[in-house]
């Protein structure tokens, strides 16, 4: 196969700039879904009478639905296009979240959430699709950084807005909440949304998932950035998927102070996007995800000392575990970046392969902490993530820069 083109260019009247807002509608997909219910997962497990280990199932099926769906969502936005792909991804959401609502049982509940995150995918996919269609690689870092202090937004209020929810009507709400949401951007898009992908792709669209994978996997910096990607969001998905337990269950903390430590820590994720923006003016990206190792130890590490030396109080897991959420926020849009860089024509299947190794990680890390059990997996699985990634960042780099 030959390399694809860089000269291609997207025809669409909107820059980078105007694109990113779409961009972040679309990736907040992801964490809405997972961060809304965080406090209503304890309601949804006595509800269904299952402890952390069934309640998670319904985590772990919205995530490898989302995985799965990455092997053909990024091939169909370089096929048919990324508007389309966007509108058929939304409407098949809205109606797996309304359906998941209304599940009278946990195994239709975890098979709607499966559905519900293959949909969700088209999500992430496009809003890196959009912005690498859109900006030119030089500014990669600086607008994946945009998107990831707008996309912020979202963790930041979803579990507010879940513990709302939940009080209103149990966790059967909080899901409601993400259909209209579905529902309300695919009618935003339908209006709003212009064609980004390139006129001209050079063959590229009718590549198979497995021969672009072969391609992507030959760039260093791809592998870099998916390695990163997958070992950090490993520690984030861990702490998601078992945090509420931690928190409420084992640390005696009220829903409201357990979404006040995702509220706050989110509010640092945001904050180290609008760092990594600052960053990306000066540094490069691979120095950028180095600083970003640093604090994910830091908050890692931190958090792991916190509980092994008894503080129970919510500020003082919220203080030892914001540095790893500041440095989350800072290193994945630059990995995204990275990863992407080297890829205009096939930016679909880029974002996909990207998205899905992302999943990968979050899986395995998350299921390990699931299987050991008790107060600290969390922590440790946490810790073991962060080293991961800083293994990979902390690599020698190419001769080509990143």
Known sequence: MSSPSASSTPPTPRSGVSIVPHAAALFALLPLSTDIYLTAMVDLGRDFAVDVAGVQRTMLAFTLGFGLAHLFIGRFADRIG??????????????????????????????VRAVQGMAAACGPILARTLVRDTVPPEQAGRAMAQLGALLGIAPLTAPLIGTLAAHLGGWRVTIVVLALYGAGLGLFLRRHLPETRPTRVHGADGVSIARALVHLGRHRPFLVGIAALAAGYGSLLTWLTTSGFLLVDGLGQSRFEASLVYTVGSAGFVTGGLVGMRLAKTLLPRHILRIASGLLLLGTIGLTLVLWLGFRHWTAILVAVLPFYVGWGIGQPMAIAIAMRPFPDMAGQA?????????????????????????????????????????VVFVPPSPTKT
Request: glycine share 10%; aromatic share 6%.
């Open 82 to 111: 990324r508007r389309p792909t966007a509108l058929v991804g939304l409407t098949v959401y809205t109606v797996a979240s309304v359906l998941a609502a209304a599940a009278p049982s946990l195994d239709l509940l975890v098979a």
């Open 351 to 391: 974002s996909a392969w990207l998205g899905l190794f992302q999943q990968v990680g979050g899986i395995v890390l998350s299921l390990i902490a699931t299987r050991i059990g008790g107060a600290m997996a969390t922590p440790a699985v946490m810790v073991l993530g962060a080293l991961l990634y800083t293994a």
